[in-house]
């Protein structure tokens, strides 16, 4: 088996498969390394009842459309089974159960360690996505045993909540999901912590329909690394303060949501508080506090303060032939989404070719030709 390639792709989501998608455009030589079995696996472990936040007239990759109407918002299970037809359809070279948990430059290149053995490479794109260690904040432990604690990577569905009233703590995309759904299936349920704005109507009204090429139009235009306005907002993104799209502070309030604009400070007598000094006897506690992103194991990476590689537009900023996708705001509003996966990768992809063509690894020819 090869082992050796011109580059490595490490993550086989969106991105990842997006990226493969313009490298086989461009000639190049590569191989796709997905630490899941499965292709899609990540989207199969999130919640049920999760939906995307664009239809799927929006969350096709580059060569393929998201099956079914095009105003119909996919669950998780629809999209990774997307991505597993995408794989075949395109016939892209990767290989599952291969996870990686090291790299390093070696020579003029790098070297590539996994659960399956060592590979090689000249140019390496991080695909994996930064958001690889859930977040709790410490003081969690503090909390009575009798408090059911999960984070929201570990939710499924609501019958994982224990019986009586649920405390969902961080008030963001999954935070406002998953108070919806607990407060549907009869919890009384606060959801603390303060949202980073909401959009004026709900993307899944009429009046979000009708919007929608608006909306678009201006994450993919205006909302860039290009534009004051684009600048200020990444970093509030990329700490996870994307504005509320589904469910918003008054959707909430109907369904009976309890909101307090406080975030969780500790525990008094077991039961969690809040910094507006409140405390609630609840009987489960989901932790909607997000990821932290973790870089450590991309030697060569330099990492800024805020934990994300210092790069632009994916391109490491001090190491030649190491690249990221799946930043958030990595260079739009769209990059937080499915319909930015592919002008990010190809974007990528393009730089990678051009470097190999300048090596003479194959004909500048081969990387015009593709565009």
């Known amino acids: 088996m090869n082992r050796s390639f011109e580059t490595v792709v490490i993550g086989g ?65 629809e999209m990774a089974d997307y991505l597993e037809s995408y794989a075949d359809r395109q016939q892209l070279p990767v290989r599952t159960g291969v996870r ?19 590979y090689d490479a000249r140019q390496v794109i991080v695909a994996s996505g930064g958001f690889r260690d859930p977040y709790v904040p410490a003081a969690s432990a503090e909390l009575a045993p009798s408090i059911r604690q999960l984070h929201s990577s570990e939710y499924l569905r609501p019958d994982q909540l224990a019986d009586g009233p649920v405390l969902v703590v961080g008030l963001s995309h999954s935070g406002a999901d998953i108070a919806h759904e607990a407060a549907q299936h009869g919890h009384r349920t606060i959801l603390s912590g303060r949202a980073f ?32 306005i684009g600048r200020k907002m990444a970093p509030k993104v990329r700490n996870g303060g994307g504005p509320l799209l589904r469910y918003r502070r008054q959707d909430l309030v109907a369904d009976g949501v309890e909101l307090r604009d406080a975030r969780f400070t500790g525990a008094r007598d077991g039961l969690p508080m ?10 489960t506690v989901v932790w909607c506090t997000g990821f932290r992103p ?15 590689p210092i790069q632009f537009r994916g391109v490491a900023s001090d190491v030649s032939g190491l690249y990221f996708l799946g930043i958030p705001f990595q260079y739009s509003f769209t990059s937080m989404l499915v319909l930015g996966a592919g002008r ?5 992809a393009e730089q990678v070719a051009r470097r190999a063509a300048a090596r003479g690894e ?8 593709a565009r």
Do not use: C
């Not at 199969?44 to 060569?63: F, M, N, Q, T, V």
């Open 13 to 77: 989501g969106q991105t990842g498969l997006s990226a493969g998608h313009h490298l086989a455009k461009r000639g190049v030589d590569f191989v796709i390394l997905e630490g899941r079995q499965r292709i899609g696996d990540i989207w199969r472990s999130r919640w049920e009842s999760l939906k995307l936040y664009s239809p799927a007239r929006h969350d096709g990759l580059p060569g393929m459309k998201f099956p079914g109407r095009g105003g119909h918002f996919p669950t998780g299970g």
């Open 100 to 118: 990686v948990t090291r790299v390093h430059a070696d020579g003029d290149g790098f070297a590539i360690e996994t659960s399956d053995g060592r």
């Open 197 to 228: 704005g909401q959009l004026p109507f709900s993307i899944e009204s009429r009046r979000g329909a009708l919007a929608l090429p608006l909306m678009r139009f201006l994450a993919w235009n205006v909302l860039t690394l290009k534009t004051p």
């Open 274 to 283: 809040l910094a507006d000094g409140s405390v609630h006897d609840v009987a």
């Open 294 to 308: 973790d870089y450590s194991w991309v030697e060569p990476a330099t990492v800024g303060e805020d934990g994300w």
């Open 344 to 348: 990010d990768a190809a974007y990528v």
């Open 362 to 369: 194959f004909p500048t020819a081969a990387v015009a030709g």
